[in-house]
């Protein structure tokens, strides 16, 4: 016997909890995988250029956590005459990229929001896309097991669903 036979209300409540946090889960990623679809299928490319760049010291030198932030700010024009400026965060790699104040930098933006916009990134679309698999399949199992925990708690003492109808209640012992 384990603990989740001998209690009952402990299978319901931790399969609850595992469903609800997976879904939960699941939900932002979801979220965020519409986000980079509408970004990867339906974006733009603009050339923007490059107003500001600059370093903000993160951590503490004393404490032994000196690190640093690298931000640019761009603006961009849409062909519909809107002009978006958009400040991000920029990688050790990129920041060494060679970027300077007035150069131009590619943006891909989506058109009916061109708010939602990111430096152009399409070179890295199969690595980011292949990302996704594993947080899929992880968030597919934590829903499963949630499940799984979660459904023998709310049947019947005797094991079986509760069924309106006497021939329902049949097919549901053969299954």
Not at 95 to 116: D, L, M, Q
Not at 119 to 143: E, G, H, N, Q, T
Request: with cysteine; aromatic share 12%.
């Amino acid at each position: 016997m384990n603990v989740w036979d001998d209690h009952p209300v402990l299978r319901l409540l931790g399969g609850g909890l595992v469903l609800v946090v997976s879904l939960f889960l699941a939900a932002l990623l979801a979220w965020q995988l519409a986000r980079d679809l509408a970004i990867w299928v339906l974006g733009r490319d603009v050339e923007a250029e490059v107003v500001d760049l600059w370093v903000e010291q993160v951590g503490a030198q004393d404490e032994g956590e000196l690190d640093f932030q690298y931000y640019m700010t761009y603006r961009f024009a849409t062909p519909g005459g809107e002009t978006i400026t958009e400040t991000t965060t920029l990688s050790v790699a990129e920041w060494a990229g060679g970027y300077e104040e007035g150069g131009r930098v590619g943006v891909v933006y989506f058109p009916p929001y061109p708010k939602h916009n990111r430096l152009d990134d399409s070179r890295f679309v199969p690595a980011l896309a292949c990302s996704y698999v594993p947080a899929i399949l992880v968030a597919v199992a934590l829903v499963v097991a949630g499940w799984q925990l979660f459904r023998p708690a709310i049947q019947e003492p005797g094991g079986e669903w509760e069924v309106e109808d006497e021939k329902e209640r049949e097919s549901a012992k053969r299954i």
